[in-house]
């Protein structure tokens, strides 16, 4: 599934990497007949996705059906209703996913593994308003993420195995819980060969940073998050890697470095106003971290600029 909820940054957590996100960062392989499952991408869903657009998304999917396989289709269907989860449609998801459930018998491992996915974020996911989440959807969404953690696994396709436990941390939201989880998730990634599941690492850690950090371990967080900035920082996301950092320097604050939490925050404040993107999560730290030593004008400064950014 921290900051103050007002503050907290869009995630695949989580990012949707899905992000994740879940949170900011607070986010695959198919099968290649049965015995080489998990070796070869049927599809390349990431090419086609833009999670900030899902209707654009789903037009993509839809263009991309009408030269689909069988089992391709099926996957682009899930796709679909994912994107109607996004748009928080969440009824429209479980029909469109309902009416693909007859062809399930014959589907492959991607496909089975796909749809069950979708199903549990049609139940639970970060798009979901907290209100929404009862006992009994929570429960349903447990059991759809299983079977499909049971599917991924059973056909090798570990980048889907770290998808649905990581979803598993938005059903179990407690900190232990999501620690619990995110160790899981991670454990799958350093195991794999397969880049589909080592894409996840970053965003893994990040939640295993906020998980600690939760539970008052800030100290061990903090070693995360650092690992997640690193490897952010190996990519070409200049946004996901802002976000990273701003993880780490937060945590700094919380461990009392005042003056690496400030740096790294003023660097923050730099980059963010050179891609015109303000950042009112930044100015809210700028704004504790000038009140922390005293100078209240800057700090008064910084929380009329967080204002005005959140607007």
Not at 152 to 175: E, S, Y
Request: hydrophobic residues 50%; charged residues 20%; glycine residues 4%.
């Amino acid at each position: 599934m921290n900051r103050p909820h007002a503050l907290r940054p869009f995630s695949q957590t989580k990012w949707p990497d899905c992000v994740i996100l879940t949170r900011w960062p607070l986010r695959s392989a198919a099968a290649l007949l049965l015995a080489l499952a998990g070796k070869a991408q049927a599809i390349d869903l990431a090419a086609l996705w833009d999670f900030r657009d899902p209707a654009l998304s789903e037009a993509r999917f839809r263009s991309a059906l009408q030269t689909a396989g069988a089992d391709d289709a099926l996957i682009l269907q899930t796709q679909i209703a994912r994107s109607h989860g996004l748009r928080r449609d969440f009824d429209k998801a479980r029909e469109l996913l309902s009416a693909l459930q007859p062809a399930l018998a014959t589907a492959g491992f991607e496909a089975r593994a796909r749809h069950a996915l979708e199903w549990g974020r049609s139940l639970a996911s970060a798009t979901h308003a907290p209100a929404s989440q009862t006992e009994a959807s929570r429960a349903a969404a447990r059991s759809a993420y299983l079977q499909a953690l049971q599917i991924a696994r059973a056909g090798q396709l570990d980048g889907l195995a770290v998808d649905a436990i990581h979803m598993l941390a938005f059903v179990d939201t407690a900190p232990a819980d999501q620690l619990r989880w995110a160790q899981a998730a991670l454990d799958v990634v350093l195991a794999s060969n397969q880049p589909a599941a080592q894409r996840w690492e970053a965003s893994i850690r990040n939640n295993l940073g906020l998980a600690l950090h939760d539970l008052g371990r800030h100290g061990e967080a903090l070693v995360q998050l650092e690992q997640a900035l690193a490897l952010r920082e190996q990519g070409t996301n200049a946004l996901a890697s802002r976000i990273a950092r701003w993880m780490v320097a937060r945590t700094l604050r919380l461990l009392g470095r005042f003056d690496d939490a400030l740096a790294l925050q003023q660097r923050l404040e730099r980059e963010s106003a050179a891609a015109g993107a303000p950042d009112p999560h930044v100015f809210a730290e700028l704004e504790l971290l000038h009140r922390s030593r005293g100078d209240v004008a800057r700090a008064d400064q910084y929380a009329a600029l967080r204002q005005g950014a959140a607007r």
